[in-house]
């Protein structure tokens, strides 16, 4: 158990839309990274939240955003939903030495 | 845009045997961690090293951060059945967390 939980498990959503993942730890992690891993494939980093402001980017467009709040939970945004975006979403959250993850949010976009 | 270079990417082995996965990058890192990843869960966090040259033991695991910090591997003895999985390292460079491709070792009893 490392302490961070996500919802939903499993979302299915149409192309154009717009979604909110979500995600909660525990006391003491100042940090919320987001993650997006495609089916056999590495996670790739979207964004990093450090005690409520970002931190650190990865290649994902403006339509991606998140945000951080002060009782360690946390929010991933994405809008004008397109079909390259079905993947499994992963939070980890911790300090800047070493992150834990949660066991991720599948999306499905049709 | 910082790329971690992981290899090998598949491997496959008889239990009981040694293996060495690799992380490599141009880049220096302040720290970087191992994780390991079972199908439909979030990975799991093996170890973090922070500094160059450190190695790190964890029961047949032993892991070691290159001396310039760029380089990583991670190499377990006598694998069991159980070691099956998906293994990734992740590197921290300047708020960027970048992750190799992953290793997808399977052990066969």
């Known amino acids: 158990e490392t302490g961070v939980t996500q919802s939903p498990t499993h979302l299915i959503k149409t192309r154009g839309q717009q979604v909110t993942l979500r995600c909660s730890s525990q006391?003491?992690?100042?940090?919320v990274s987001w993650y997006q891993q495609a089916l056999g494939q590495g996670p790739q980093f979207i964004f990093q939240?450090?005690?409520?402001?970002?931190?650190g980017r990865g290649n994902f467009p403006p339509r991606f955003s998140g945000l951080q709040f002060p009782n360690y939970s946390s929010e991933l945004n994405v809008n004008a939903l397109e079909l390259d975006d079905s993947a499994l979403y992963l939070c980890?959250?911790?300090?800047?030495?070493?992150?834990?993850f949660g066991p991720g949010t599948r999306l499905t976009v049709l | 845009t910082q790329l971690l270079e992981q290899s090998p990417q598949f491997l496959s082995i008889q239990e009981g045997e040694n293996l060495t996965v690799y992380c490599n990058s141009s880049?220096?890192?302040?720290?970087l961690q191992w994780y390991r990843q079972e199908p439909g869960e979030g990975p799991v966090l093996l170890v973090t090293?922070?500094?160059?040259?450190e190695v790190k033991k964890l029961k047949r695991l032993t892991f070691q951060f290159g001396d310039a910090r760029k380089d990583s591997s991670l190499h377990i003895t006598a694998a069991q059945p159980g070691d099956t999985g998906l293994y990734l390292c992740?590197?921290?460079?300047?708020?960027?967390?970048?992750f190799g491709q992953g290793t997808i070792l399977t052990v066969h009893p």
């Open positions: 090293v922070v500094t160059g040259g």
């Open positions: 939240y450090y005690r409520e402001e970002e931190n």
């Open positions: 980890a959250s911790g300090t800047l030495i070493a992150e834990f």
């Open positions: 006391s003491g992690h100042n940090t």
């Open positions: 992740r590197g921290t460079s300047y708020g960027k967390l970048t």
């Open positions: 880049s220096v890192f302040s720290s």
